[in-house]
T-cell receptor
Framework: DTEVTQTPKHLVMGMTNKKSLKCEQH?????MYWYKQKAKKPPELMFV???????INESVPSRFSPECPNSSLLNLHLHALQPEDSALYLC?????????????FGEGSWLTVV | AQRVTQPEKLLSVFKGAPVELKCNYS??????LFWYVQYSRQRLQLLLR??SRESIKGFTADLNKGETSFHLKKPFAQEEDSAMYYC????????????FGKGTKLSVKP
């Protein structure tokens, strides 16, 4: 299995809702990432987990809460989002999180906040 | 500051013509550079990494430290090469996070 799998593919949520995005990989990778991609823009890093510990938080608002339950799973909990948070959320993984590692991306979860 | 610049938002060529997608970077240490491609409705996937010096789908890229460039080239473009291409730099520290350029949309016309 050489894929990063994300669910759901599409999510519409209200500003008062609580929802979660899920990500799974079975490549034995120990680094996992959340990126945000707005339309016609490049991906921007949100969080990095290394060996199940949060190692980078790129000043992301607290309404986004990441969680890494084990080495294969990564969640992004969403609460009280704003319409400007509507975007494609990409999960990714790499072998150990070294600079030379190839980063593998999932297909993304399209989030619309209404 | 770390930065990746892709000067062309859109590059349009005819099938069989040579292609060069430009990428310049700014990085104080030893750079790790990648080209990622995103075909329509598909996931972002690695095309090339500078340390492997491979040729993938006929594309090559050479790191030029003097000019701080990592341009992507292909001698004869194919219609199936039409996609969004991102040049990316691995950020500082040991975390392997990527800093992307703004991307170049390549359109290959028949």
């Amino acid at each position: 299995d050489t894929e990063v799998t994300q669910t759901p593919k599409h999510l519409v949520m209200g500003m008062t809702n609580k929802k979660s995005l899920k990500c799974e990989q079975h490549m034995g990778h120990r680094a996992m990432y959340w990126y945000k991609q707005k339309a016609k823009k490049p991906p921007e890093l949100m969080f990095v987990y290394s060996y199940e510990k949060l190692s980078i938080n790129e000043s992301v608002p607290s309404r986004f809460s990441p969680e890494c339950p084990n080495s294969s799973l990564l969640n992004l909990h969403l609460h009280a989002l704003q319409p400007e948070d509507s975007a494609l959320y990409l999960c990714a993984s790499s072998q150990v999180g070294q600079r030379k590692d190839t980063i593998y991306f999932g297909e993304g979860s399209w989030l619309t906040v209404v | 500051a770390q930065r990746v610049t892709q000067p062309e938002k859109l590059l349009s060529v005819f099938k069989g013509a040579p292609v060069e997608l430009k990428c310049n970077y700014s990085y104080s240490g030893s750079p790790e550079l990648f080209w990622y491609v995103q075909y329509s409705r598909q996931r972002l996937q690695l095309l090339l990494r500078h340390i492997s010096r491979e040729s993938i789908k006929g594309f090559t890229a050479d790191l030029n430290k003097g000019e701080t460039s990592f341009h992507l080239k292909k001698p004869f473009a194919q219609e199936e090469d039409s996609a969004m291409y991102y040049c990316a730099l691995s950020g500082p520290g040991s975390q392997g996070n990527l800093i992307f350029g703004k991307g170049t949309k390549l359109s290959v016309k028949p």
